[in-house]
């Protein structure tokens, strides 16, 4: 398994880039599997690993994320783990890690871009207890991309002229993704969450052509529920302290 650093800070350009290690566990191993992360988060923080630190969410389809901000693609390159390797030694790292073996059926990395121009009243996603999320993918028709992201600020400007308090924020694919819009909602549960989407939707009104023109672009389209696990992600003192 491998991770990248990741920054609860957000920066003030329009695109910041994250990378994501995406597990799919098996569900018999789900406990086996998440005591081993269990033991990997504990492990950084033991050690006190400035160079790695990561958020963790756990979806509906047995998968599980692991969120990293990075500044640019050069970061791909580094080993945020090499220090706490050589603290423990590489027996003691590899025979941590080998807890996964056996646990997931596959795993990929990818970088996702997030689009605070096509977000929508996204601040409250970082709020303490707020860790339920739901996840929308949009996978757009190959040569409509243009027209996607221009489908994409209608309804962020749809939902900011009917005054909508729910936000979301929402990130294109990068590398290893299809081309993609995929949209993140919050809430503290699912159940806060499904009675805030039904005042949603009355608030907004009448979305039938924009959701007309908004399927006419979209090759595919995915749905997730998921949580974000504070007990198995970490983030180094240091960089808490400056938040």
């Known amino acids: 398994m491998y991770l990248m650093i990741f920054t ?6 329009d695109a910041q880039k994250f990378i994501v290690h995406e597990d799919v566990v098996f569900p018999s191993k789900i406990a086996a599997y998440e005591a081993a992360s269990k033991v990997f988060a504990e492990t950084m923080e ?4 400035t160079d790695a630190a ?19 693609f050069a970061a791909l390159d580094s080993n945020p783990f090499k220090k706490v390797s050589e603290a423990m030694g590489e027996d ?3 025979k941590m890690m080998s807890q996964y073996d056996g646990t997931f059926e596959s795993h990929k990395n ?18 303490e207890g707020v860790n339920f999320r739901h996840f929308d993918y949009w996978y757009v028709t190959p040569g ?6 221009a489908i994409a600020k209608e309804w962020k400007d749809l939902y900011a002229s009917k005054g909508v308090e729910q936000g979301y924020r929402v990130y294109t694919g990068g590398l290893g993704t299809e081309e993609l819009l995929m949209v993140v909602s919050w809430a503290k549960s699912p159940e806060e969450f499904y009675s805030q989407r039904a005042k949603n939707r009355e608030a907004l009104g ?19 529920d998921g949580m974000i696990r504070p007990e198995l992600s970490y983030q180094p003192k240091s960089a808490m302290a400056e938040n």
């Open 8 to 13: 609860f800070s957000l920066q003030a350009q």
């Open 46 to 49: 033991k050690h006190e690993a």
């Open 54 to 72: 990561f958020l963790t969410v756990s979806l509906d389809d047995n998968r599980y994320l692991y969120v990293s901000a990075i500044a640019d």
């Open 92 to 94: 003691a790292f590899g």
């Open 110 to 127: 990818y970088v996702i871009n997030l689009s605070h121009d096509l977000s929508y009243n996204s601040n409250e996603i970082i709020m």
């Open 144 to 149: 409509k991309w243009k027209e996607a992201k």
């Open 206 to 224: 009448d979305i039938n052509d924009i959701m007309n023109r908004t399927m006419a672009l979209t090759r595919k389209r995915e749905s997730f």
